[in-house]
């Protein structure tokens, strides 16, 4: 409908978009809750086991590392995806076979994961496909061009949506004491000469604390998404001071989602709460053409026994 295209040409415009109130409140709190559990799990691990502690990374014996679950993004704020508590809430939600995976949602799938939280969400998922598949806004209908879409059993040159790639539910994870986060992307732009190619990756983020100003959010650089933005205001002499005009930073609260295009700046923000530990869930989508090289590394295991 209108409001789902009206989300489609934020995506666009801005690289982001926010919907607010979309998802229930007490299962955000449920999800949220899951990740919590399975980073204290990790962290009572990690400590036994390899002396390392994350909650207090200037003076733990040995550096954290990447794992299979978890992995440092900086001091105090980490990125989980795996752990006993988050398999057994997939597992309570219907999704135990495919839970701790990502799977394809192909062109023409109905089957939305159950309909379960972020990654299941019908009106979500239909923004992702229509923003990752645009279609020539002047009718001629280019997409009749594209051959090769018959190889390998595909549609063919009939204009439907590509098949897209969708990440477990995961979390973003700020203890108290996180710092500003660095400026950052988390994909680059595919090529270097069209300015507004449209996203192939998109990130799907639902805090699961109530909003808090000493917790932070995350800030997003209004329209940095576009490669002449980024061209014109960053990457000169490393002072990127001429893009803070353009930030932003949503005040979301639980039920609140944002959509953001990966290629937009952003952020997180300092936690400077004394007890409140910070926790965003995310789902991560994208092209299934597309190699998502994050640095998870898949041979340390912290939950040996867990299902991966």
């Not at 192939?200 to 100003?213: G, K, M, Q, R, T």
């Not at 991560?284 to 597309?290: A, D, G, P, S």
């Amino acid at each position: 409908g209108p409001s789902l295209q009206k989300a489609v040409d934020r995506m666009n415009q801005y690289g982001y978009c926010i919907l607010p109130r979309l998802l229930d409140p007490a299962e955000c709190q449920e999800w949220g809750q899951a990740v919590l559990e399975s980073v204290h799990q990790a962290s009572k691990i990690l400590l036994q086991r390899d002396h390392v502690d994350i909650y207090n990374p200037q003076s733990s014996q040995f550096e954290p590392q990447s794992y299979q679950e978890l992995s440092m993004r900086e001091d105090l704020r980490l990125d989980i995806r795996q752990g006993p508590p988050l398999t057994k809430l997939r597992a309570t939600k219907g999704d135990a076979k495919h839970g701790n995976q990502s799977i394809v949602l192909s062109a023409s799938s109905k089957d939305y994961c159950n309909g379960i939280f972020l990654r299941g969400h019908v009106s979500l998922l239909e923004i992702i496909r229509r923003t990752m598949n645009p279609h020539d806004p002047h009718g001629r209908q280019l997409y009749r061009g594209n051959i090769g879409r018959y190889n390998f059993g595909g549609t063919g040159s009939d204009g439907s949506f590509q098949d897209l790639r969708l990440s477990p539910v995961g979390g973003i994870v700020s203890f108290p004491g996180a710092a500003d986060q660095a400026l950052h992307a988390d994909t680059p732009h595919l090529f270097e000469h069209i300015p507004d190619l449209p996203a192939h990756y998109i990130n799907l983020f639902a805090p699961c604390v109530a909003f808090d100003d000493q917790v932070g959010g995350t800030a997003f650089i209004h329209g940095s998404h576009r490669l002449d933005f980024t061209a014109k205001y960053c990457g000169h002499d490393n002072d990127n001071s001429a893009v803070y005009p353009y930030l932003t930073r949503p005040c979301l609260t639980l039920g609140d989602v944002v959509l953001f295009d990966c290629r937009v700046l952003h952020f997180g923000l300092a936690n400077t709460s004394t007890d409140i530990e910070r926790c965003i869930c995310y789902t991560n989508t994208w092209h299934n053409w597309f190699h998502d090289a994050k640095n998870w590394d898949n041979h340390r295991a912290i939950f040996v026994n867990d299902t991966n």
